[in-house]
């Protein structure tokens, strides 16, 4: 017996569908998972949405050969599903293909923006970013900012001036500056951080 999901698994996989079937987009997405979940997200995906066809990519180096070939076909699948090592394995294989969104589960991985990880994600191309995570954030303004950086990359690129940006923009070149008062620019953060966010309340949960 399945009982109905309400986590970040299902919620990504109706905004994956959303922009595939509904909008009719025509690249395909990438999901970046730890090796614990792989199978489970290719079975959510299955049982949930059965119209958005998945391809694994992982294996020994002949399985992923083969997957490889099906990728760079582009064809016969909409969504891309990865682990992180395979991520390091075959980033001159991914970095070929134009993404239309990019999602990273257990995203709080990349609260270091020096990482490897993230150094390969990076390389990636994909019009959309979706950092999945149940970890909060520590009351740490430099780990917000390595999020905010990951989905906000063009933030940290900044001149003397600092003309032609956004406000998230200029935020995340300020968070970049760190130390600096601390009480402005956490309301500010806050505000930009809020939008992008989608958040589930506990007492929402109880209730389901």
Not at 14 to 27: C, F, G, H, K, Y
Not at 98 to 109: K, N, S, Y
Not at 128 to 138: E, K, V, Y
Not at 140 to 164: I, V
Request: charge should be positive.
């Amino acid at each position: 017996m399945r009982f109905a999901c309400t986590g970040k698994t299902l919620q990504s996989i109706a905004l994956l569908a959303s922009l595939t079937l509904e909008q009719q987009l025509s690249n395909p997405h990438l999901v970046v998972v730890p090796l614990s979940v792989l199978g489970n997200w290719l079975r959510e995906i299955a049982f949930w949405c059965p119209q958005l066809k998945a391809q694994k990519l992982h294996g020994n180096k002949e399985e992923r050969a083969a997957q490889k070939e099906i990728l760079l076909e582009g064809k016969g699948f909409h969504v891309c599903v990865t682990t992180y090592e395979t991520v390091s394995q075959e980033v001159g294989c991914l970095k070929k293909i134009p993404f239309e969104m990019l999602v990273i589960d257990e995203a709080h991985r990349l609260k270091n923006e020096t990482s490897k990880l993230a150094t390969l994600l990076r390389q990636l191309t994909s019009a959309r970013r979706l950092l999945l995570t149940g970890t909060p954030i520590q009351n740490n303004l430099h780990e917000l900012w390595a999020l905010l950086n990951f989905l906000y990359p063009e933030g940290a690129r900044w001149d003397a001036a600092g003309t032609h940006r956004t406000p998230n923009q200029r935020l995340v070149c300020r968070l970049a500056l760190w130390p600096c008062p601390a009480s402005s620019l956490c309301h500010a953060a806050m505000s930009v951080f809020a939008p992008p966010c989608l958040g589930r309340s506990l007492h929402l949960l109880r209730n389901f």
